[in-house]
């Protein structure tokens, strides 16, 4: 067990509809990361927060947006939902928010189907 | 930009026998290396990293990883392979930005162990 907690585990929704993905780090940790895993793109950085500020942003869709909150929790929001959304959504915390010694750990992921 | 190449999709060895996982990385300096493999329906889990220093990092379950400069490589070993390591093996980069932190992930590499 990773200490990253992903809620849902699985989620199945329709096209165009809207849905948020919740993600709590690891006791200590201040960076979340959100990563996107689909078959045809592999595994793909789209946003890091730390400490409640945005720190960089990947191949993020503008449908989609994060938030980290107060108590270090993160959301991730999928909106007007298409087909080619249906992925594997991983989280991930680091205790650094910088590249040094900087070492995520990932959570089970939440896998979203879009019909 | 920064690459990662896992040359090998699929890989196929009999319970016992030595394995070796391939991965080259395009980076203007050394980045952080890092392999994570994914179980079936599981979240990623850090096998081993290397940030700096001596150049054989050992990590969980018996693996291993060799980083050579010359030939910008970081190949995953484990001696001895159980059918409990069936699974998929990724090799990531976190190229040491001045700001953000993102790993960039290789495509995978899928083992499979036959008895």
């Known amino acids: 067990d990773s200490g990253v907690t992903q809620t849902p585990k699985h989620l199945i929704t329709a096209t165009g509809q809207r849905v948020t993905l919740r993600c709590s780090p690891r006791?200590?940790?201040?960076?979340v990361y959100w990563y996107q895993q689909s078959l045809d793109q592999g595994l793909q950085f789209l946003i890091q927060?730390?400490?409640?500020?945005?720190?960089a942003k990947g191949n993020i869709l503008e449908r989609f947006s994060a938030q980290q909150f107060p108590d270090l929790h993160s959301e991730l929001n999928l909106s007007s939902l298409e087909l080619g959304d249906s992925a594997l959504y991983f989280c991930?915390?680091?205790?650094?928010?910088?590249?040094?010694?900087?070492?995520?750990?990932f959570g089970a992921g939440t896998r979203l189907s879009v019909l | 930009a920064q690459s990662v190449t896992q040359p090998d999709i699929h890989i196929t060895v009999s319970e016992g026998a030595s394995l070796e996982l391939r991965c080259n990385y395009s980076?203007?300096?050394?980045?952080?290396l890092f392999w994570y493999v994914q179980s079936p329906g599981q979240g990623l889990q850090l096998l081993l990293k290397?940030?700096?220093?001596?150049?054989l990092v050992q990590g969980i379950k018996g693996f291993e990883a060799e980083f050579k400069r010359s030939q910008s490589s970081f190949n995953l070993r484990k001696p001895s392979v159980h059918w409990s390591d069936a699974a998929e093996y990724f090799c990531?980069?976190?190229?040491?930005?001045?700001?953000?932190?993102?790993?960039?992930f290789g495509a995978g590499t899928i083992l499979r162990v036959k008895s």
């Open positions: 991930a915390s680091s205790e650094s928010g910088t590249a040094v010694k900087n070492i995520q750990y």
């Open positions: 006791s200590g940790d201040l960076s």
């Open positions: 927060y730390y400490n409640g500020e945005e720190r």
């Open positions: 980076y203007g300096a050394t980045p952080y």
């Open positions: 290397y940030f700096s220093g001596d150049t």
């Open positions: 990531a980069v976190l190229p040491i930005m001045e700001y953000g932190n993102k790993l960039v």
